[in-house]
């Protein structure tokens, strides 16, 4: 029996006075699966990821995650929904005036003031702080303050953030945005490091091309404890869960895997394929 999804839209549309900022989207998010969302700037791509967990409030359609319908919930009721989300921020979002240490402490206090986690006592907050530093290899930043790291360093501390509580989606809004090429796919590969140890849903909206291809084409070993290629090891079935999603004015005007995005000939989807120089 395929996994139960984790979140669904269904002829979705939002609108901001006369602009339609989504239009008719459709999708569903697996365990385990990833969407790379591609598209110029405007068409939508952050009102997605905001709608999925009721930041935006859409217009007609039906959105559902975890099973639970969040187009008619008040923002009371959406609280717990959202919490069990991961969200990276287009613009790293990181409070500045809390040490990285409490930057990712965050999202457990606030679970915690939802009142049905156990109390958390400083040994057992502090132990999954610790952890997801350590995941994104930040562990010695614990006590200092976001203006004191560097960007590529910021941005793995918005990682470490979304996936404290280890939650079962993580949103990423263009997480290598503005970052060197080797950052950034230091960046993609902790991404997918997070999907494969965790079999965690992810959508990622990503201006590089070069993103969705270490989504789609490598895994985490943890063997080895680095990225291997998907077609080396034959391992066909984590291959084909990962699409690309291209937007235009609202809608998805491409859905397919990286081959047949490649394959594709409309000019506004081949503007978002990497071509060799
Ligand atoms: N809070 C808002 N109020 C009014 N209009 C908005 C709001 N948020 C987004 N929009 C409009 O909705 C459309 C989609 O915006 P969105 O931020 O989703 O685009 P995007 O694809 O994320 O762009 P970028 O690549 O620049 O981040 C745009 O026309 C934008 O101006
Ligand atoms: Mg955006």
């Known amino acids: 029996m395929p ?19 989504l239009r008719d ?9 990833t969407r790379v969302i591609f598209g110029a700037a405007g068409s939508g791509k952050t009102t997605l990821l905001k709608a999925a967990i009721g930041l935006a409030t859409v217009s007609s359609g039906k959105i559902e995650l975890f099973g639970e ?24 979002g990181l409070f500045d005036s809390l040490s990285v240490g409490e930057n990712v402490e965050y999202p457990l206090l606030n679970r915690q003031m939802m009142g049905n986690q156990a109390a958390l006592t400083e040994a057992n907050v502090v132990n999954p702080v610790r952890e997801a530093l350590r995941f994104v290899e930040l562990e010695k930043t614990f006590d200092k303050f976001p203006s004191e790291i560097s960007g590529g360093m910021r941005r793995r501390v918005g990682i470490a953030r979304a996936i404290v509580t280890e939650p079962p989606l993580v949103l ?41 291809e270490i989504m789609a084409d490598f895994f985490y070993d943890p063997e080895i404890e680095g990225l291997v290629p998907v077609v080396e090891t034959g391992t066909e079935q984590k291959k084909t869960r990962t699409r690309f999603m291209v937007m235009k004015e609202g809608r998805i005007v491409f859905f397919g895997t990286r081959p047949e995005m490649e394959a594709n000939q409309d000019s506004y989807v081949k503007r978002f394929i990497r071509h060799e120089e």
Request: charged share 25%.
């Open 3 to 21: 996994d139960q999804p984790i979140l669904k839209f269904c002829q979705v549309s939002l609108r901001f006075g006369d602009t339609w900022a």
């Open 25 to 33: 989207i459709c999708f569903t998010l697996r365990p385990g699966e």
């Open 69 to 92: 319908s969040v187009v008619d919930r008040n923002e009371t009721e959406l609280f717990p929904l959202r919490s069990r989300a991961g969200f990276v921020f287009q613009e790293g």
């Open 172 to 212: 990423y809004d263009s997480p290598t945005a503005g970052l060197d090429p080797i950052t950034a796919n230091t960046i993609m590969a902790l991404i997918a490091k997070e999907r494969d140890v965790r079999n965690s849903a992810s959508l990622i909206v990503t201006h590089r091309y070069q993103d969705g």
